[in-house]
């Protein structure tokens, strides 16, 4: 699609569905990491660095390292011209997580994940994207472990509670992915299934922008020297801010 019909298309909607943009293969590789490295988060308990987002449902913080330190992982060449285009050239990944509920997990709320910018004044419904998740299924997302359910347009009409709305549930397999305006209202539905549902949630957003309300107890990006050190150059400036004074 061409990146000014998909832009205003985006703009529309505030959220799209992309196919097949991850092989099952690398998605395999990224489940089995996160698996091995997470699996401690998989017990219905408070976690220290973890922030609970609902019944069974946990925000995890994931180092960039292994198959998540991957050019297609946190600049996908076929959705990052779109970031670009919407976001503008300064763009920055704000944070890397998985959201994973567990077996049982209910429905969450609806919600916007952070306050609009202006305290939901009319302004917010008038300026353009300044964060963008991209949701990046571990495992299919469905009906019966969960899936996140979207109100489109949200991000350019409500600024209150979209009750009177229906939401998209939209079925996910491992391979595609979607990316979202923050300001669109959204849920997670309930996990009925017997296993754990890892999903990963990239934040793209104006460098200015910071999520100021999620990262209280944990770091929304971490990667190691060593692995940034293995970042192309190409793709630095997404993680130059998370550089401290001495850090090459
Ligand atoms: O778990 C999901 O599908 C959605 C999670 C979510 O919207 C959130 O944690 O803000």
């Not at 297609?72 to 994973?100: E, F, H, K, M, R």
């Not at 049982?104 to 917010?124: K, T, Y």
């Not at 793209?204 to 100021?212: G, L, T």
Request: charged letters at 20%.
């Amino acid at each position: 699609m061409l990146i000014g019909l998909a832009t205003e298309r985006f703009n529309a909607a505030g959220v799209m569905i992309f196919e097949q943009v991850f092989t099952p293969d690398h998605v395999a590789k990224l489940n089995a990491d996160y698996s091995a490295r997470y699996d401690a988060y998989h017990r219905d308990i408070a976690h220290a660095d973890a922030l609970l987002v609902g019944d069974r449902r946990n925000m995890i913080s994931i180092a960039v390292s292994g198959p998540v330190n991957d050019p297609v992982v946190y600049a996908n060449p076929v959705i990052q011209p779109l970031i670009n285009s919407l976001l503008g050239g300064d763009v920055i990944l704000g944070s890397v997580v998985a959201v994973t509920s567990l077996p049982g997990a209910e429905d969450q709320e609806f919600h916007i994940d952070m306050p609009l910018l202006f305290g939901g004044e009319d302004v917010d419904v008038r300026v353009p994207s300044y964060c963008l998740t991209l949701v990046l299924p571990l495992v299919d997302m469905n009906a019966e472990n969960g899936t996140t359910a979207f109100y489109p347009g949200t991000h350019k009409s409500v600024l209150d509670e979209p009750a009177d709305l229906d939401p998209v549930f939209p079925d996910v397999p491992v391979g595609d992915a979607i990316l979202f305006d923050a300001r669109v209202w959204h849920y997670g539905t309930a996990n009925v299934s017997s296993a754990p549902r890892p999903v990963f949630y990239n934040s793209y957003q104006r460098s200015w922008f910071r999520d100021v309300v999620n990262f209280g107890v944990q770091n929304p990006l971490v990667i190691a020297d060593q692995e940034l050190s293995q970042v192309d150059a190409a793709y630095r400036h997404l993680f130059d801010w998370t550089r401290k004074p001495g850090r090459a």
